[in-house]
């Protein structure tokens, strides 16, 4: 069992409620050194970072991410330096350090990817991602393609319930490609390909929504599908699926990849709509309204096409 603080929580875990900037998270791993009482330097025990197996009983959110800085799986092999990046806690009002507006952003990053990067050596690698902005709160203004409710994954301790499981969420930048996503039932394949393949991901956690936001839920994000949107997060490389498969950014990519890079906003801190009708709205003018806080889903529903309000 991870070591617990006397309130419970595990150590590591409390860090990242203030959240970790890149220089932060550097000293809690590597040596793993922190400053002792007697002022001098003592390593933590365990490594925030490491990878764990489940204990049985776990049957929420709360008691998975109380213990469980990585998260854990019944056998103990992921990434734990990636699953402890998903799991930080960046603040509620993070100001982004750029926002990415275009593919064009997303290529640029893909392409200065460390090639080295694979599916388990994402601690290896950090201080090169780190000068990519890994760690910090970036932006990105788009169109919502999809919205959708994901399966079991190691950093919410393999749990399946709703309220214990990620929101997985699609970012484009094709307005056109947007308002397609809106007549779900008359999409062609070939326009269901291209939402997948052309959307960013960015990822709501179960516990950053519980703690700071309880107003995300699946339909108040859902509800704004086809419209503009304006996302603030953690930026983070998923490298689990820097592969070909997964990650259209690949060259030599296949052609059932379904994502535009492996670069997210994870955990996400802001999601808000834009509710001006006709005229989009840009980073820092007027219309932007969080969702799940009553206006925003009612302007946006007003001014978007019919087909989106009965999107089930």
């Given at each position: ?37 007697g002022g001098g330097l003592k390593p933590i025990s365990p490594d925030p970072t490491a990878p764990a197996q489940c204990e049985e009983g776990l049957e929420n959110s709360e008691e998975c991410h109380s213990g ?245």
């Open positions: 069992m991870p070591a617990k603080t006397s309130g419970g929580k595990a150590g590591p875990a409390a860090l990242g409620a203030a959240g970790l900037a890149p220089l932060a998270i550097a000293l809690v791993v590597g040596n793993a050194l922190i400053p002792s009482g469980y800085p990585t998260g854990c799986s019944p056998t103990g092999k992921y990434d734990g330096y990636l699953n402890f990046l998903k799991n930080q806690h960046p603040p509620r009002n993070s100001v982004p350090v750029k926002f990415f507006t275009s593919a064009t952003d997303y290529q640029d990053l893909d392409s200065r990817t460390p090639s080295e990067l694979a599916k388990s050596n994402h601690l290896d690698l950090r201080d090169q991602l780190a000068t990519m902005g890994e760690g910090q709160p970036h932006g990105v203004i788009g169109y919502l393609y999809y919205a959708k409710q994901e399966g079991a994954e190691s950093s919410n301790c393999e749990l399946t319930a709703p309220d214990d499981t990620d929101f997985h969420i699609g970012i484009g930048f094709d307005k056109g490609l947007a308002a397609a996503a809106l007549k779900r039932s008359s999409q062609t394949a070939a326009q269901k390909n291209a939402l997948k393949q052309t959307a960013v991901v960015v990822e709501m956690t179960p516990q950053y929504r519980s703690d700071f936001a309880p107003e995300w839920t699946l339909a108040a994000v859902q509800a704004v599908v086809g419209r503009q949107v304006k996302v603030v997060g953690q930026l983070m490389a998923d490298n689990e699926h820097n592969v070909p498969k997964d990650n259209c950014g690949l060259a030599g990519h296949g052609p059932a990849c379904w994502r535009a890079s492996i670069w997210e906003l994870h955990p996400v801190t802001s999601f808000q709509v834009c509710t001006l009708k006709d005229a989009g709205c840009t980073a820092d003018g007027p219309g932007w309204v969080e969702i799940g806080q009553g206006e925003a889903v009612e302007n946006a529903a007003t001014s978007a096409p019919a087909a989106a309000q009965s999107r089930n």
